[in-house]
């Protein structure tokens, strides 16, 4: 079957809900309300190249937007837990790989490498947080 972008952002935004009870949205929006998740597409979204099967590598960015409204130390300590490197329990990658083939819309799920760790801007809008950058593989619906 091939890939359903939408029902892999939903199925990811399930994954990380279920698992860490941010709130995560499949798409992006206008306002969020954090602490929480935002999934956006990655570059490149998409990589074509990777078989011959039809099997194709899609990149997606995982937002984790933390209020910037307390002191930043405690703001900190909260975005490194939900990027897995602080108290455990509530780690984003973790959710992320739980079910790595997100109930069998993908072949596989990574979490890569998390970055543009700090202030970040969401719609004209400061926050603090991070993104965490995702591989999945998925079958493609792609013809030579």
Do not use: W
């Not at 029902?7 to 602490?35: E, F, H, K, S, W």
């Amino acid at each position: 079957m091939p890939a359903d972008l939408i029902a892999i952002r939903n199925a990811l935004a399930a994954a990380i809900t279920r698992y860490t009870g941010l709130r995560c949205d499949a798409q992006a929006r206008d306002i969020v309300n954090p602490p929480c998740v935002v999934i956006l597409p990655g570059n490149p979204l998409v990589d074509y190249g990777v078989s011959m099967d039809g099997v194709v590598n899609i990149n997606l960015q995982v937002l984790v937007i933390i209020s910037d409204a307390a002191p930043v130390d405690v703001t900190q300590r909260a975005l490194d837990s939900y990027l897995g490197v602080g108290d455990p329990g509530n780690s984003v990658p973790d959710a992320i790989e739980e079910d790595n083939t997100l109930g069998g819309s993908v072949h596989f799920i990574q979490s890569m490498i998390a970055d543009r760790y700090g202030r970040i801007s969401y719609n004209n809008v400061d926050y603090f947080g991070a993104r965490i950058s995702c591989t999945l593989g998925a079958q493609s619906s792609y013809k030579d």
